[in-house]
């Protein structure tokens, strides 16, 4: 039986699930068209200007088992058990960890998308060509968008800046943690703007950052896999993908549609516990035992509000928000804490197979699940 297990994806469930996996001595290759690891959390301050590089190499951060292949996948044969990549090479694989992540999602003309790397270096280089007065608007309510804004607006006092939301910014958190958030933009002088908005008609704007959510790539579609409405990988409860027994999901690429999972939002602390416990089913696979069903939870959500102010909103397990929140330099300093502790927790598992671990998920009804049988 081929045991070689194939990431695609280098996120943060990519990294996640490849070295559970070679730390427990299975051949891994990970195929990501990125030479290095990209921090996303820090794209708003590589944005900004005030972070000089939001990457890191992979090399400090994988297992010394994982096979790093610069390549992208075009699709992916499930009845042949194959992927095929951009530079035309075929890989075989015994297991698949599909982990492509998101940031294709489709930008207006003349917008730049600083949730991806490519578009947060163009709009680094747009926004330090700014003369005084020249306005920036940031379109999103979300985390993203909140974080672009507050990071742009104090490292550019000079340019006026409006963040455009459709609805209340941050909508998941309590009224009260939502107005200290809105009083910290208020201080770093930014005007927030709520209602539907066309990105094409900001003729006061000469630079448009579009953080209006997320993308995800159609691989899974184009190679026909289930799929949701999004083009995001259908999996169960243990993040098998349906009807198949060797192909497994994780990140924002991938969803879970068994009942009980729509808590799980699109980010790094969904996505790492979900490259975890895809590798952990693959292993418990290999052994011929039955696979745990995913159960991941939430703390809470910190929000970077420049490198001096910040935002947290403590959570249920279920991502609903509780009546504390903490606001100002400590919410910073918690927010830097636990950007940095992620490299921390990825090289941990680096170093030792199941070293990771994650707060539970809210309570569910058990499912059953059964090992997994092999054509």
């Not at 090479?89 to 489709?106: C, F, K, N, Q, T």
């Amino acid at each position: 039986m081929d045991t070689t297990a194939v990431v695609l994806g280098g996120g943060y469930a990519g990294v996640m699930a490849a070295n559970r996996l070679a730390g427990q001595g299975h051949p891994v290759r990970l195929v990501t068209p990125e030479e290095r690891f990209t921090q996303r959390i820090r794209l708003h301050e590589y944005t900004a200007g005030t972070r000089a590089d939001p990457t890191v190499g992979y090399a400090t951060l994988l297992n010394p088992g994982v096979q790093v292949l610069t390549d992208r996948a075009e699709a992916v044969s499930a009845a042949a058990r194959t992927v095929h990549l951009a530079s035309g090479d075929r890989l075989d694989y015994g297991y698949l960890v599909y982990a492509v992540g998101s940031g294709e999602s489709r930008v207006p003309r003349g917008a730049l998308a600083p949730d991806r790397l490519s578009g947060a270096a163009e709009a680094r280089a747009r926004l330090s060509r700014l003369a005084p007065g020249e306005r920036i608007a940031v379109v999103g309510g979300g985390l993203t968008a909140v974080e672009v804004a507050a990071e742009t607006a104090r490292a550019y006092p000079e340019n006026p800046l409006t963040l455009y939301s459709a609805g209340a910014p941050v909508p998941h958190f309590s009224a009260g943690a939502r107005a200290g958030l809105l009083r910290s933009l208020h201080r770093a002088g930014i005007r927030v703007r709520t209602g539907t908005v066309d990105p094409e008609r900001l003729p006061e704007a000469t630079v448009v950052l579009w953080c209006a959510g997320f993308g995800v790539p159609q691989l899974a579609a184009r190679s026909g896999l289930p799929v949701d409405a999004d083009g995001r990988l259908a999996v169960d409860a243990t993040l098998r993908v349906h009807g198949q027994d060797r192909i497994f999901g994780a990140g924002d690429a991938a969803v879970i549609t068994d009942p009980g999972y729509g808590y799980l939002p699109m980010t790094c602390a969904s996505a790492m516990p979900m490259g975890a416990e895809a590798a952990g089913n693959i292993l418990r696979s290999a052994a011929g035992t039955p696979l745990a069903s995913h159960n991941s939870g939430f703390l809470g959500q910190c929000v970077s509000l420049g490198r001096r102010d910040g935002a947290v909103q403590f959570l249920t397990a279920g991502y609903t928000p509780r009546s504390f929140h903490l606001h100002g330099r400590s919410a910073a300093v918690l927010k830097e804490v636990i950007c940095r502790m992620t490299l921390r927790w990825i090289r941990g598992e680096a170093t030792k197979s199941g070293a990771y671990t994650w707060p539970a998920g809210p309570t569910m009804t058990p499912q059953p699940t059964a090992p997994a049988v092999w054509s």
